[in-house]
């Protein structure tokens, strides 16, 4: 015998919750299958959406230049259709840990060896300097206090090394290889940290459109940790409660199709208490980087 579907109602809390959604940017096919994610029927949630923002665009005509579909770029994403627990990349198996569908966060295990973490921070050594962070205001970089490591660039492809990881990140997150940004090698050691932030530019920011002629808007970051602190040092996500610890060889890869806060990617590096920290850094733009 088929059990009864209770009967869901239109509540309050959910009506505000699609008004927020929508003027967030999110367009009603993306809101519909969220709702439908999280167990609303369809029908009800089609009725409450005409509903609700049926209402809310009468009362404030004004609202209807704010809430438009949403512009979504496409994103680095890796096959993970049937739940895989192992990835290809390439010239090495790659195990999926954990993923997050929003924002979009997936946990990778083993995709450097111990090998080319000592590799990495060996060629890095060398050239480290305080890090810089992008400064939209202007276009070009700037010391910021929120961010208290010390980096360096590799050049894409600079080395048999660099060029081997970033076809190994190509091949996983299945985006091409010329779309990305040099890889980004840093240091945290006691006290350091990178507080919450995002990774995509700013459209509002007066210097970002000079930055997006280089290959346009970033859409995707990897974290790769190359040693481990002995206390501190994860990677947080403030908005859903997520912290990464920094396991050696593993990473963690997140995407954000908007260059907005709904995307929930805000992400920092928290405090190293003990030990010291080093992360290789790779971002991945919308089209060719130059």
Not at 66 to 74: E, G, R, S, T
Not at 145 to 165: P, Y
Not at 166 to 187: D, S, T, Y
């Amino acid at each position: 015998m088929r059990k009864a579907v209770p009967p869901q109602h239109i509540t309050q809390e959910l009506q505000q919750w699609i008004v927020a959604q929508a003027e967030a940017g999110f367009g009603p096919e993306v809101v519909l299958k969220a709702m439908q994610a999280s167990g609303w029927q369809e029908d009800v949630a089609i009725e409450a959406m005409e509903q609700t923002l049926g209402a809310y665009l009468a009362a404030r005509p004004v609202a209807a230049t704010v809430i438009q579909p949403a512009q979504f770029a496409a994103v680095p994403e890796p096959d993970l259709a049937h739940a895989p627990l192992v990835l290809d990349g390439g010239d090495r198996p790659v195990t999926v840990l954990g993923t997050l569908t929003h924002p979009r966060v997936v946990l990778l295990g083993g995709l450097l060896s111990d090998d080319e973490c000592d590799a990495l921070i060996a060629a890095a050594s060398p050239r480290m300097a305080r890090s810089l962070t992008v400064a939209t205001r202007t276009g070009g970089e700037e010391v910021n206090d929120a961010r208290t490591s010390q980096g360096m660039f590799f050049q894409r492809g600079e080395s048999e090394l660099v060029a081997r990881i970033e076809a190994r990140i190509a091949r996983l997150l299945r985006w091409p290889v010329e779309n990305g940004e040099g890889l980004q090698v840093l240091q945290y050691g006691p006290g350091a940290e990178y507080q919450p932030h995002y990774d995509y530019f700013d459209p509002a920011e007066p210097g970002t459109a000079p930055i997006l002629k280089r290959g346009g808007q970033r859409v995707g970051t990897v974290v790769m940790y190359l040693s481990e602190p002995d206390k501190g040092g994860g990677t947080v996500f403030p908005d859903v409660g997520l912290e990464v610890a920094p396991k050696r060889g593993n990473a963690v890869f997140f995407s954000y199709a908007q260059a907005h806060p709904s995307s929930k990617s805000l992400h920092g590096g928290s405090p190293v208490i003990a030990g010291e920290k080093w992360i290789a850094t790779k971002w991945l733009r919308e089209r060719e980087f130059a």
